[in-house]
Structure formats: structure tokens, C-alpha cells
């Protein structure tokens, strides 16, 4: 994956998150949630 060049302007340590993907993962998650009844937990 090629980063872009922004990001090289960004003071470290950060966290740089992809709002699309985000979204697209979450709405995945909910999914699953939905259709099994599951719980999902944030591991960190």
C-alpha cells in the first residue's frame, strides 16, 4: 500500500485512520452482530 506523502508530515506517535475503511469494517461488524446475535469486543 503506498502512503501518501502527508503522512510523512505527521509528528509520531499517531494514529492515522482510513474513515472509508473504517466505516466499511464497522458495517461488516454489525453484520455479524446482527445475523449471529454475537457480542464484539475491541482488543487493544
Not at 7 to 34: F, S
Request: proline share 5%.
Amino acid at each position: 500500500m503506498n502512503k501518501p506523502a502527508i503522512y510523512k508530515e505527521v509528528n509520531t506517535p499517531c494514529y492515522i485512520v482510513d474513515e472509508a475503511l473504517l466505516k466499511k469494517n464497522l458495517e461488516i461488524l454489525r453484520h455479524v452482530c446482527d445475523e449471529t446475535g454475537c457480542k464484539i469486543l475491541l482488543a487493544q
